[in-house]
């Protein structure tokens, strides 16, 4: 997949509609937005095109409507903040069709300058069915799109790749810019060494992405609850750990892989253990730590140990380039957040290019207060794991080459 794409940088709006897709699928409880971390993100790209003199038709999805108007669901608190935050008028166009009289009018008495949001796109069915009726009505009001959500990335909807296709210039926002020169640039071309830290719970959820990994960087680190059924499958006694007993012979062939590519994968080599899984998450938990291949049979493991711990840094220190995606432990609960604390410590101070994988590292990382250390944090879940597995991302594809 290209990943040399035409972005704002690229393109004069001056006195053009232009249509930019963001991601402003905010927290909101009782109408008031709780977290206005995405509205933030946002405004670089749109002060852009304001500055340039488009006129500039925001759009997105807030939560799952599923395809009819829900008003708790609108996008009408998102133009009051996004207004206090540009220090300009955003005006909201409420039409339960999205493309309906109050968003035409609003568009039509537009001036270079001004921004205009138009109502959840998801109040639309064809929406997340990249239907072609609701494609032509975003397009109809637009001479240019700008796609600045990563977070829907990879899904083909209608406001981020429908739209794409019938317009003649489509572009890339800096938010989408900078996943595709981070992710996309450090899984296809980077800087050696180049270590990925896979975590998480299931093996099953990173099938594809640890057998792509291993065949683009120099050491693959595995840690967190899909760690046990590598470890099973080594033959190890696992204890009541999290397991995956369809995927033993998979992560048999995933070490013989690694071996063969002349990779290093690292697994734990001690691990924390408990009688049970804490209840409620956070509760307090009797730990030990004990080598890998000694877990007894009642106890399972929920974080890494402290030797592995020690090891997982080691391998950061000299790596170039670095890749997390998964927890190492059930971080929620700050008994068994110690190897997930770790690897973000490692990352922190490491000079490396490190990148975050969106999902719960990227909370773990903010929460645990290392944001700020990393190089950059993808703002997609879904979209940064097909993005490691190597997937070709509709929403990246649908903008013009450069």
Same mark, same amino acid.
């Given at each position: 997949? &290209?990943?040399?794409?035409? &972005? ?8 053009? #509609? ?7 699928? %905010? ?10 971390? #995405?509205?933030?993100? =946002? ?5 852009? /095109?304001?500055?340039?003199? $488009?006129?500039?038709?925001? !759009? ?18 998102? @133009? ?5 935050? /540009? ?8 039409? @339960? ?9 609003? %568009? ?33 009001? !637009? ?11 990879? #899904? ?34 980077? *800087? ?8 998480? =719970? ?6 594809? %992405? ?6 683009? !960087? ?24 999290? %397991? ?6 998979? !992560? ?33 938990? =009797?730990?030990?730590? *004990?080598? &890998? ?11 890494? $140990? ?29 008994? /068994? ?10 990352? =922190? ?12 590292? @990227?909370?773990? *990382? ?37």
């Amino acid at each position: 997949m &290209s990943l040399n794409k035409k &972005s704002v940088d690229d393109i004069n709006v001056k006195g053009l #509609r232009v249509l930019c897709r963001c991601d402003f699928n %905010v927290p909101l409880k009782e109408g008031v937005i709780t977290d206005t971390n #995405r509205l933030t993100a =946002a405004l670089p790209t749109i002060k852009k /095109l304001i500055a340039d003199g $488009g006129k500039v038709i925001l !759009c997105s999805h807030l939560g799952k409507p599923k395809g009819e108007p829900k008003p708790e669901l609108s996008l009408a608190p998102v @133009a009051a903040k996004l207004s206090e935050l /540009l220090g300009q008028e955003v005006k909201f166009a409420a039409d @339960a069709e999205v493309v309906g009289p109050n968003a035409k009018a609003a %568009v039509e008495a537009m001036k270079d300058g001004d921004v205009v949001l138009l109502e959840n796109t998801r109040y639309r069915a064809e929406e997340t069915k990249n239907g072609e009726a609701f494609s032509k009505e975003l397009a109809s009001l !637009c001479d240019v799109f700008v796609n600045d959500a990563f977070g829907t990335a990879h #899904r083909a909807h209608c406001s981020n790749v429908g739209v794409a296709e019938l317009v003649d210039t489509a572009a890339v926002g800096y938010l989408m810019q900078k996943e595709i020169d981070f992710l996309g640039n450090a899984v296809e071309n980077p *800087v050696r060494p180049f270590v990925a830290i896979l975590g998480g =719970a299931k093996v099953a959820d990173k099938l594809n %992405v640890i057998s792509n990994l291993l065949e683009k !960087c120099d050491t693959l680190i595995i840690g967190g609850g899909m760690a046990y059924t590598f470890l099973k499958a080594k033959g190890y006694e696992i204890g009541t750990s999290l %397991v995956d007993d369809e995927k033993i012979d998979y !992560c048999k062939e995933m070490m013989d892989k690694a071996e063969k590519l002349g990779k290093k994968l690292l697994l734990p080599i001690d691990t924390t253990i408990t009688k049970e899984f804490p209840n409620p998450i956070d509760a307090e938990v =009797a730990i030990s730590v *004990v080598d &890998s291949d000694k877990i007894p049979a009642d106890m399972m493991g929920l974080d890494i $140990g402290t030797k592995t711990a020690e090891l997982y840094a080691d391998a950061v220190k000299s790596a170039k380039t670095v890749v997390w995606n998964g927890p190492m432990g059930v971080f929620e609960n700050p008994i /068994l957040a110690k190897g997930t604390i770790a690897v973000a410590k490692s990352l =922190a101070e490491t000079d490396a290019t490190t990148i975050i994988g969106g999902g719960d590292s @990227a909370a773990a *990382v903010n929460q645990l207060g290392f944001g700020d250390k990393m190089s950059h944090i993808s703002t997609g879940g879904g979209a940064s794991l097909e993005f490691l597995e190597g997937k070709e991302l509709p929403g990246v594809a649908a903008a013009n080459d450069k």
